[in-house]
């Protein structure tokens, strides 16, 4: 689990550099930016206009988005182990 946390951290804070970059966005908005997109809220007050950011951006999303899953499932294993995982076990 430490492995995907820290790779989530690192992918955040990549996202939140390059933003910075290529957008010239505040700390905070690219940060927030970086989040909203990985965790697929997408609100949408805030989009990148350069073509470096709209690459930047797809880019994030593909792999932001595998990541961020991949520690929700890993979180989900680990500290919600009452939770069933097949269907046909269920007491109905």
């Not at 989040?35 to 951006?57: C, H, L, Q, R």
């Amino acid at each position: 689990m430490t492995r995907f946390l820290v790779l989530l951290a690192a992918t955040i804070g990549c996202g939140t550099v390059f933003f910075r970059w290529a957008e010239g966005w505040s700390w905070i908005d690219s940060y927030f930016f970086t989040f909203v997109t990985i965790s697929t809220v997408g609100y949408g007050n805030i989009v990148p206009e350069s073509d470096a950011g709209k690459i930047g951006a797809t880019v994030l999303i593909a792999v932001g988005f595998a990541i961020f899953a991949s520690v929700v499932q890993v979180f989900s294993r680990r500290f919600l182990p009452h939770v069933r995982r097949n269907d046909d076990t269920r007491d109905d």
